[in-house]
């Protein structure tokens, strides 16, 4: 169990003060639908901080559930699937520094083409790919979103997502900044919901490296106070 302080602001930065970068992924296949319309939320809100932005649809990029590694790697360690994931995952999913999951709600849980982009990382991770652990380093400590859309707006809908977001950000040391959620059915409905989960995924895509983020451990030294004393908020 790891106990060390673990109390986490901006993100740093590499000594050349680039300016980050952020991937959104959207797991829907209708490229105006409510998660897409979140996503484009998110982009703008980045944008206008200046944020370095690219915006993939995953179905793009995959064709195929993972294998067996076992059965299927090539013999210079290579994923035998012929498709494009290798470009979406070492072009634009590891040199970010923070990633936004954009997904419809599927029978409680991530459509299937987001839960294959997480499968699919195993066939880079794993002991079996000579390069695994350049991959596994550059998965780590990234900044995580989640942007959801759902016809329920039951709260419970959403938590099994929520939970399994958490869990990968907490395995790859990563920080989940912060879940935006939408309601609509029609195409694009998203945008009438009246709690605004597109002007909160501006503001996410906005504050998305910048915001403040604290997950402490028991014996973390810290005040007892989250805001500054003379904060105004």
Not at 116 to 139: G, K, L, N
Not at 185 to 197: A, L, M
Request: charged share 25%.
């Amino acid at each position: 169990m790891n106990l060390k302080p673990h109390w986490k602001g901006e993100i740093e930065l590499n000594p050349k003060n680039h300016s980050p970068k952020l991937l959104i992924l959207v797991g829907s296949p209708r490229r105006k639908g409510n998660s897409a319309a979140l996503a484009a939320a998110v982009q703008r809100g980045a944008e206008q901080v200046r944020t370095q932005v690219s915006l993939r649809f995953i179905d793009s990029y995959i064709s195929s559930f993972l294998h067996d590694c076992r059965t299927c790697r090539l013999p210079d360690s290579e994923c035998a699937i012929a498709d494009q994931y290798r470009t979406l995952f070492f072009d634009d999913f590891l040199p970010a520094d923070g990633v936004v999951f954009c997904s419809p709600v599927y029978w409680y849980g991530l459509s299937a083409q987001t839960k294959a982009f997480f499968d699919r990382t195993f066939c880079y991770y794993a002991a079996s790919y000579s390069e695994s652990a350049h991959v596994m380093e550059r998965m780590s400590r990234k900044r995580i979103g989640l942007a959801l859309a759902s016809e329920e707006t039951y709260p419970g809908a959403s938590l099994g997502i929520i939970h399994q977001i958490q869990e990968y950000s907490r395995y790859t040391d990563s920080e989940f900044v912060g879940v935006v959620r939408g309601f609509g059915n029609s195409r694009g409905e998203v945008v009438n919901d009246p709690s605004s989960p597109v002007t909160a995924a501006e503001q996410l895509g906005r504050e998305f490296f910048r915001s403040k983020y604290s997950d402490y451990r028991l014996d973390t030294q810290r005040s007892g106070r989250v805001w500054p004393s003379d904060s105004t908020h």
